[in-house]
């Protein structure tokens, strides 16, 4: 059992310098996550379906623990979301001790019999370097979100971008990306703050998102949910003026009947 879980610790180390899960970015050689002394993250582990009834964990390098799926604690949380293919990572009441190297880690029965999905580095910091003003955004089809991500001033020459967790796609201040009916600009105010505005949503713009500059990140968790149809009442008030138009109309020609 030693020796096992010795060859866990070794094949998860080997993972983060090759960087093997797909979600390690190619432009994010150190996933760094800066979060604010006290506060929390909710962290996405995405793996490939074929893994779902494998074994998932969440490995911390400071202290060596597996925290497995479906675990609930009062700092910590790892919930699986088999239907949208990855598990969450939530970190509560965060301090200076909790700095250091965290995995994303599944058992896949092959070889390598461990694959690391994600790898990060918490930095805990009374004043972050990376944030966001908050963590869960949502909006309805069609329509329009605005996510606010703030940076130190030590960060106002970094690249400053906005990118999708799921394909890796990112989007880089002062441009413009459009892609079918959605569209993505973000701005920046110089002064450690840059704004991302994503226009006419579609259903599958939800899911998890990283506001970056330079190697430091945050993520966004966006909601898109179908616009409530009004049909019904403006059917019924549709309704209720006609029987008004038809009442008027009735009252008239008995009127006319009246005065015959």
């Known amino acids: 059992m030693v020796s096992y879980m010795k060859a866990k610790i070794f094949y998860i180390s080997v993972g983060f310098w090759l960087c093997l899960g797909v979600e390690c970015y190619s ?16 962290i996405p582990c995405h793996y490939d379906r074929k893994y779902t009834q494998q074994k998932k964990y969440w490995f911390s390098e400071i ?25 969450t990572v939530t970190m509560r ?9 965290y995995y994303c880690v599944v ?16 930095k805990i910091q009374s004043d972050p370097d990376v944030s966001v003003v908050s963590s869960s955004v949502s909006g309805h089809e069609g329509g329009d979100i605005s996510v606010q991500c703030l940076y130190s001033s030590g960060y106002q020459n970094k690249l400053k971008q906005w990118c999708r967790y799921k394909d890796q796609s990112c989007y880089t201040v002062g441009r413009t990306d459009t892609s079918q009916n959605s569209s993505v600009q973000i701005s920046d105010d110089g002064r450690r703050s840059f704004t991302v505005l994503m226009t006419g949503l579609r259903l599958n713009d939800s899911g998890w998102y990283f506001c970056s500059v330079g190697e430091a990140l945050n993520p966004v968790h966006v909601t898109i949910t179908k616009r409530k149809e009004s049909v019904s009442a403006d059917t019924g008030a549709e309704k209720d003026k006609r029987n008004m138009e038809s009442f008027c109309l009735s009252q008239t020609r008995g009127d006319f009947t009246t005065s015959t």
């Open 63 to 87: 202290d060596k623990k597996n925290t497995f799926i479906n675990t609930t604690e009062e700092k910590l949380s790892v919930i699986d979301h088999p239907d949208q293919s990855l598990f």
């Open 27 to 42: 432009s994010w050689s150190k996933c760094t996550l800066t979060i604010q002394t006290g506060g929390s993250v909710t």
């Open 107 to 122: 058992e896949t029965g092959e070889q390598p019999p461990i694959n690391t999905l994600f790898e990060a580095y918490l």
């Open 93 to 101: 009441n965060l301090q200076n001790k909790h700095t250091g190297f």
